[in-house]
């Protein structure tokens, strides 16, 4: 009963520096979500994934990449990171519904909170 | 371009009272709607949600919802709290078949009083 898994939990980066945080799911869910949230501002949309090979960009792309090789995993890349982006991550997938449409309830991680300094 | 307001960042309550957590939303069809709740450190767990017919929806936990389609509201209630409620909730406005259109209020903070 894993779920969501994202790792890591925490981290520091300084400025310009580069990573990955790694999320998997073991739901076999087709869909996949990147999410950051930031004091009273709510969640907001990074990337998400509609199965294997499939990706798209949410509300706030820029700064990020993700790829989706497998069902399983949905690593986001942060390449040269900024002070912006310190924040909490929450990877979430979501089961498709009949139909091909998806249902809506998204399943979350623990998030990994990024700090950037 | 469909939108979700929380209008109260902070509610505390003392234990044993009754709940209600406002959601607006701005959407141009028949919405779907959610509330999620989060606990501290924790990622976010699905309370509710609606997709059609009976406008009162049971959730887990004791919370209901009730969607008043004149007034654009979900607002979240429950009869009695218990210290173990104390979290932060989100409501959330979707549309059925996009991935990417599941867009989170900023949240509501509850305090329960002992």
């Known amino acids: 009963n894993a779920g969501v898994t994202q790792t890591p939990k925490f981290r520091i980066l300084k400025i310009g520096q580069s990573m990955t945080l790694q999320c998997a799911q073991d739901?076999?869910?087709?869909?996949m979500y990147w999410y950051r949230q930031d004091p009273g501002m709510g969640l907001k949309l990074i990337y998400y994934?509609?199965?294997?090979?499939?990706?798209d960009k949410g509300e706030v792309p820029n700064g990020y990449n993700v790829s989706r090789s497998t069902t399983e995993d949905f690593p986001l890349r942060l390449e040269l990171a900024a002070p912006s982006q310190t924040s909490v991550y929450f990877c979430?997938?979501?089961?498709?519904?009949?139909?091909?449409?998806?249902?809506?309830?998204?399943?979350f991680g623990e998030g990994s909170r990024l700090t950037v300094l | 371009a469909q939108s979700v307001t929380q209008p109260d960042i902070h509610i505390t309550v003392s234990e044993g009272a009754s709940l209600e957590l406002r959601c607006n939303y701005s959407y141009g069809a028949t919405p779907y709607l959610f509330w999620y709740v989060q606990s501290p450190g924790q990622g976010l767990q699905l309370l509710l949600k609606?997709?059609?017919?009976?406008?009162l929806v049971q959730g887990i936990k004791g919370f209901e919802a009730e969607f008043k389609r004149s007034q654009s509201s979900f607002n979240l209630r429950k009869p009695s709290v218990h210290w173990s409620d104390a979290a932060e909730y989100f409501c959330?406005?979707?549309?059925?078949?996009?991935?990417?259109?599941?867009?989170f209020g900023s949240g509501t903070q509850l305090t329960v009083l002992p």
């Open positions: 609606y997709f059609s017919g009976d406008t």
């Open positions: 739901m076999n869910h087709n869909y």
């Open positions: 959330a406005v979707g549309a059925s078949g996009s991935a990417r259109q599941l867009t």
């Open positions: 994934s509609v199965g294997a090979g499939i990706t």
């Open positions: 979430a997938s979501s089961p498709r519904a009949g139909g091909g449409t998806n249902t809506g309830e998204l399943f």
